[in-house]
């Protein structure tokens, strides 16, 4: 059985804390992690910061977590992630080092899509990245084929930058921050790149299309009618394409034929024609079109090994010969409540206690000795402690002291977008843990 691996939302926009209130990230969702980018902030430009967290909320440790962007962004803008606290803002996140002097274990980790076709037994990469910051000699990288969910890991041996012309031409183009990837292994799977969802006529000019229209459903949800009129070429009718759904697909004349690419990437961006009596003269078909969405390859922010901890058991707030025996009957921590606080349980007499928390007040009140406690949290408890632990005598006013961990590493999304970028639309990206157990 395999690991419950979350990303949760840190509890303010401007980061902070895990708490068990916070929602799941849906990474793939539009701005659901990213925000939507409005027409203002689009021309002036802008640098983001969302915090995260891996949550691990199975009772088995996952170990050597690595956390990596399985998806880039389908705009100008650009992503990178870091390794974040059990609490920081994005006031500290903005000072971390970048760049490749950064020292080790500090840096921020970005992905390329791959620009050239990677076969068996391959060592050099090509690839488009977003950033020019993002690989280090000596990282973890893992290949991830998107099409089948296969990854495997391997070592950067070199990292070089802006092959530009000088290399492959990839699916957008030689990229201003094309990289050549060299690793110190051999892929043992083949990596294809993303491709456009493409529709090929059939039809040949002169076309006779006057009084004709075409119906296209694009991405499943935006439905567009383009109506011809005189047109008889294939230049003529892709320019008459092009202006009606611009924002979306574009039409190409080729050898007297029609081509239609959609403007984006990956296999949710589709299309289709459902009507028109124009089908037949231009030689298209009613099937779905779809991208590939290719592979990418990412370098690995290591998180290591997540599980939640009961930090330290602290009884000196304890006068007499009160005791919690936690070596014999260890306070239990849940994977799913228990979070990176302190916590304080506070003697109102012999038998009678109540638990605070340092970020969320009172949790508990009335417990007793006698009983096993486990202050509910969310759809979890804080932890669990108990009964068979206390011996010996308490007096009013003494304290025990409970630091617990969450099973959770906070991490950082930076996202940047120059000024007067290309729109973006849907704002989203992807980013996938990858572990043992």
């Not at 840096?107 to 977003?130: M, N, T």
Request: with cysteine.
């Amino acid at each position: 059985m395999g690991l419950l691996i979350k990303f949760k939302h840190a509890n303010t926009s401007e980061g902070g804390v895990l708490s068990i209130a916070n929602t799941d990230i849906q990474t793939g969702i539009p701005y659901d992690f990213l925000p939507e980018i409005d027409d203002e902030t689009r021309l002036a430009g802008w640098i983001i910061g969302k915090k995260g967290f891996v949550k691990n909320e199975s009772d088995d440790m996952a170990s050597g977590v690595y956390l990596i962007i399985s998806r880039l962004t389908e705009g100008e803008d650009r992503i990178l992630i870091h390794s974040g606290t059990e609490d920081d803002v994005w006031d500290d996140a903005e000072e971390y080092p970048t760049g490749p002097t950064g020292p080790e274990g500090d840096e921020w980790y970005g992905a390329g899509d791959v620009a050239e076709a990677i076969e068996i037994g391959d060592s050099e990469f090509y690839i488009e990245s977003e950033y020019e910051e993002g690989f280090h000699d000596g990282d973890v990288i893992f290949l991830l084929n998107r099409v089948t969910n296969t990854w495997e890991r391997l070592t950067l041996d070199s990292v070089e930058w802006d092959w530009g012309a000088s290399g492959p031409t990839g699916p957008t183009g030689p990229g201003f921050y094309g990289a050549k990837l060299t690793a110190t292994g051999v892929t043992e799977n083949a990596y294809p790149v993303k491709e456009k969802a493409t529709m090929q006529g059939t039809g040949t000019e002169a076309f006779s299309l006057s009084g004709k229209y075409l119906t296209l459903l694009i991405d499943g949800k935006y439905t567009a009618t383009v109506e011809f009129t005189t047109e008889t070429t294939a230049a003529e009718v892709a320019e008459t394409m092009n202006t009606a759904l611009g924002d979306y697909l574009e039409a190409t004349a080729s050898a007297g034929k029609v081509r239609i690419d959609h403007l984006l990437y990956y296999y949710h961006h589709y299309f289709k024609i459902t009507a028109g009596d124009a089908l037949t003269e231009l030689g298209f078909d009613t099937n779905e079109h779809r991208g590939c969405d290719g592979s990418i390859i990412a370098a690995g922010l290591l998180l290591g090994d997540i599980k939640p901890e009961i930090v330290s058991v602290d009884t000196s707030g304890v006068v007499g010969d009160g005791e919690y025996d936690n070596s014999n009957y260890p306070i239990l921590p849940d994977p799913v409540g228990t979070v990176d606080d302190v916590l304080t349980l506070t003697f109102e007499d012999d038998e009678t206690y109540s638990i605070s928390s340092v970020n969320h007040g009172t949790i508990a009140t009335d417990c007793k000795t006698s009983e096993d406690v486990s202050p509910a949290h969310g759809s979890g408890v804080y932890c669990t402690i108990y009964s068979a632990g206390f011996s010996g005598t308490f007096a009013e006013g003494d304290t025990i002291v409970v630091t617990t961990a969450a099973s959770a590493e906070g991490f950082w999304l930076e996202n940047i977008g120059e000024a007067d970028c290309e729109r973006i639309s849907p704002n989203r990206c992807g980013l996938k843990a990858i572990y043992r157990f």
